[in-house]
Nanobody
Framework: QVQLVESGGGLVQAGGSLRLSCAVSGRTFSRYAVGWFRQAPGKEREFVAAIRGSGESTLYADSVKGRFTISRDNAKKMVFLQMNSLKPEDTAIYYC?????????????????WGQGTQVTVSS
């Protein structure tokens, strides 16, 4: 069983930065691609970024490209989302998710395991 725990959310002013962390339990962590998704009030959960099990390849939503960076430390079983130049429209609950194959994807239903989420609020 794989468990994911997010941390690092909070309140920040527009233009500021936050770094989200996702701690993943379970063996063979490098075999799992991990993605970040977010859900704003009244909206559907949407893709933000994903990273291959090896860390060699990443994907980003157009809305965050150039501002957010996903990375992972397989030795520590951690995945990070560095968020810079934050905007009020980035306000949402952010979830990390893992899929049982190592190749990254934007498709929400491809992910098998989900964390509980961490709130990010960007004030204008």
């Amino acid at each position: 069983q794989v468990q994911l725990v997010e941390s690092g959310g909070g309140l920040v002013q527009a233009g500021g930065s936050l770094r989200l962390s996702c701690a993943v339990s379970g063996r063979t962590f490098s075999r799992y691609a991990v993605g970040w998704f977010r859900q704003a009030p009244g909206k559907e959960r949407e893709f933000v970024a994903a990273i291959r099990g090896s860390g060699e390849s990443t994907l980003y939503a157009d809305s965050v490209k150039g501002r957010f960076t996903i990375s992972r430390d397989n030795a520590k079983k951690m995945v990070f989302l560095q968020m810079n130049s934050l905007k009020p429209e980035d306000t949402a609950i952010y979830y990390c998710a893992a899929k049982s194959l190592p190749y990254e994807t934007r498709v929400l239903t491809s992910y098998d395991y989900w964390g509980q989420g961490t709130q990010v609020t960007v004030s204008s």
